[in-house]
């Protein structure tokens, strides 16, 4: 039987100790796929991804298992094999793209790659020396998600990754995600049906910190999540 790339066993959270943003919470992701992760808002697929990037400290469980081996989401060896793009970011403002580029792969002491690829399908040719500061909403997002695919971790998380994205790019990124297999095994929440439907092996339904339902690869379809959505606002 193969090893699950992560285990997470009985994983609760909170921001506020009297309401739980997670209670309980048990997932395996295997290598090698593409799990998609809906809910409602407030549902709890921000704080989720925030615990496995290691920015929140307020949580238990039962324990993490990463290869098959043990690990805390802040430890070194865990945080080389993750990489996590969120919906806003607004870190390092005073760097340029390719400062951040070369900040990233030093950091995981990668060698810095050729990026002009991931560049050029994200249309983000124009802004590769502008400040990220200066950058607009998506194109900021563009600077994490090029950075991301070139960095290729075991563990890539995204956190709404379509927003403020124009068409092209989007199509682009879908492309880019269901790709991403070959490399490692993606996470992403977003409530844009389209983007589950079209990449994801397997789907992950939360309700008030919860999971509620797993969607497999012949149930993933705009009908089914919505019908799983609906079904779970009604209960």
């Known amino acids: 039987m193969c090893v699950p790339l992560l285990s997470i066993k009985n994983l609760s959270a909170w921001y506020d100790s009297e309401k739980m943003a997670l209670k309980g919470l048990t997932l395996e992701l295997a290598e090698h796929e593409v799990v998609g992760l809906i ?64 900040y990233v792969f030093s950091a995981y002491g ?14 983000f040719e124009d802004y590769t020396d502008v400040l990220l500061k200066e950058l607009s909403t998506g194109n900021r997002k ?38 991403y297999k070959e490399y490692g095994t993606v996470l992403f929440s977003s409530h ?11 789907v992950v339904v939360l309700k008030d910190g919860k999971i509620r339902r797993n969607l497999k690869k012949g149930q993933i379809d705009a009908v089914g999540i919505r019908e799983a959505l609906r079904y779970e606002q009604d209960v």
């Open 39 to 102: 809910g409602l808002n407030g549902a709890g697929k921000t704080t989720f991804l925030q615990v496995l990037s290691g920015l929140l400290p307020t949580f238990r469980s039962d324990g993490v298992w990463f290869c098959g081996r043990s690990v805390t989401f802040r430890e070194r060896n865990f945080k080389l094999c993750r990489y996590s793009v969120f919906a806003e970011d607004n870190s390092f403002q005073y760097f340029t793209f390719r400062e951040y580029l070369s």
């Open 142 to 179: 563009k600077v994490f998600l090029i950075t991301a695919f070139a960095l290729k971790p075991k563990l890539l998380l995204l956190d709404e990754p379509v927003n403020g994205l124009d068409f092209e790019s989007t199509e682009y990124l879908y492309k880019q995600i269901a790709g």
């Open 110 to 123: 990668n060698a810095l790659p050729d990026v002009s690829e991931l560049v050029q399908g994200f249309h």
């Open 192 to 202: 844009i049906l389209e983007s589950i439907a079209l990449t994801a092996d397997r």
